[in-house]
């Protein structure tokens, strides 16, 4: 049986967290375990990821995480904070590769910004571990003592392993989609672009089935914009993917439905919603948990492939929203709002 290590976080994480287990065990048999991270581990353990969470994570098939941080902790000094214990998570279980799904539901059109009757469902692939994030950077003093001639640099570097495996992370998911994928690059400037060129070229030949193009990372934030719908994965860089990711996020309009994934060179996976943990309405029984829900059906497809469950949930939340039920963050003026659970058990009602 599949092992899940369960990371239900501060806010709403534990609503979230326990509305997908409930989805989960209507499609599977699966084992939890829960523990501890972020501004609850600092109450509880005194450090934002305890040792016991690492150890957990490692031994589990998966996790799948709530959101972290808070008020009660946002004045602790910034290497103790909630935050430091998704990045030493990311860290530990070396996952490069980032997918964020951004769709466009047809019964949630009024919520997108944009005046665009198509419809959109891209996935964004975003390395996340290389380039200028991680690159060397630093501070050059003026030579002269003249302070306007100060200087500094950050380095945007990638080993042709990095782009490969990243590569194969977005051919592998366009096989499970509609089989397009773009790579965004800035080729037409950077080095490093022409070098993560090449190496998608060189992975393309290994998909044939998958059609692969390229496009400079202005043109693609535009495109974005003009004709969301020409997308299907996007593959790119670090730094890219992280303004890309956001773009598109937005053009959905509804941060409460987009789940994410982290993947390395395991199976095993990070699965999260995008949004944080919204203190705002922390324990009042009426966050969205369709993100968190949709992340562990991403769990299900990329670390379980168990695609048929997947699609089944996916479908499930799609009947919910066509059949006009919304939680108050995506309920239009005069709607009735569903609380978590009340929503949870009309998604349940629809797993066929
Ligand atoms: P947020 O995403 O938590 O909330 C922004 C707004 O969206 C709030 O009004 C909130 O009520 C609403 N919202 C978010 N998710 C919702 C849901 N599922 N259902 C209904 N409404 C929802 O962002 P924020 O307010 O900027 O940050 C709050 C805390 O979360 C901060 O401590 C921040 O550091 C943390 N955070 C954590 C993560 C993470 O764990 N990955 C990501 C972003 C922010």
Redesign the pocket.
């Known amino acids: 049986m599949k092992k899940i290590a369960l990371l239900p976080?501060d806010?709403?994480g534990p609503e979230?967290t326990a509305a997908a287990v409930r989805v989960l065990d209507a499609v599977g048999k699966f084992e939890y375990e829960s523990y501890l991270i972020g501004g609850a581990a600092i109450d509880g353990a005194g450090n934002p990821f305890p040792d016991a969470t690492l150890q957990g994570c490692l031994a589990a098939d998966s996790v799948l995480l709530g959101?972290?941080?808070?008020p009660k902790w946002?004045t602790l000094p910034g290497n103790q904070r909630?935050?430091v214990g998704?990045l030493a998570l990311r860290g530990a279980l070396e996952l490069y590769s980032n997918l964020r799904p951004a769709k466009l539901y047809p019964a949630l059109r009024d919520a997108c910004p944009l005046k665009y009757d198509g419809e959109f469902d891209i996935l964004i692939v975003r390395e996340l571990t290389g380039g200028i994030y991680f690159g060397d950077r630093g501070r050059t003093p003026s030579p002269t003592g003249d302070t306007k001639d100060d200087s500094a640099y950050d380095t945007e570097r990638y080993s042709v392993r990095e782009v490969e495996r990243i590569a194969r992370v977005a051919f592998e998911a366009a096989q499970k989609r509609s089989g397009r994928v773009i790579s965004v690059d800035k080729a037409n400037v950077l080095e490093s672009s022409r070098l993560w060129r090449e190496v998608i070229r060189t992975v393309a030949k290994e998909y044939p089935s998958v059609e692969c193009t390229d496009m400079l990372v202005d043109n693609a934030a535009m495109q974005l914009i003009r004709n969301p719908g020409q997308f299907d994965v996007m593959v790119t860089s670090n730094m890219f993917g992280d303004i890309l990711s956001d773009e598109a996020s937005q053009l959905t309009g509804s941060?409460?439905m987009l789940p994410s994934a982290s993947l390395g060179a395991t199976k095993r996976g990070l699965y999260?919603?995008i949004?944080?943990?919204?203190?705002?309405?922390a324990g009042q029984g009426i966050?969205?948990?369709i993100?968190t829900i949709l992340s562990a059906a991403m769990m299900l497809r990329y670390s379980f492939d168990m695609e048929a469950e997947a699609a089944a949930i996916e479908a499930a939340v799609d009947a919910t929203l066509n059949a006009g039920l919304r939680?108050?963050?995506i309920a239009a003026p005069g709607q009735a709002k569903l609380g978590t659970v009340a929503i949870t058990d009309e998604i349940l009602r629809r797993i066929g």
Request: aromatic share 0%; charged share 15%; no cysteine.
């Open positions: 976080g806010g709403i979230i959101a972290v941080g808070g946002d909630p935050e998704l941060i409460g999260e919603p949004h944080g943990s919204a203190p705002d309405i966050a969205n948990p993100a939680t108050g963050d």
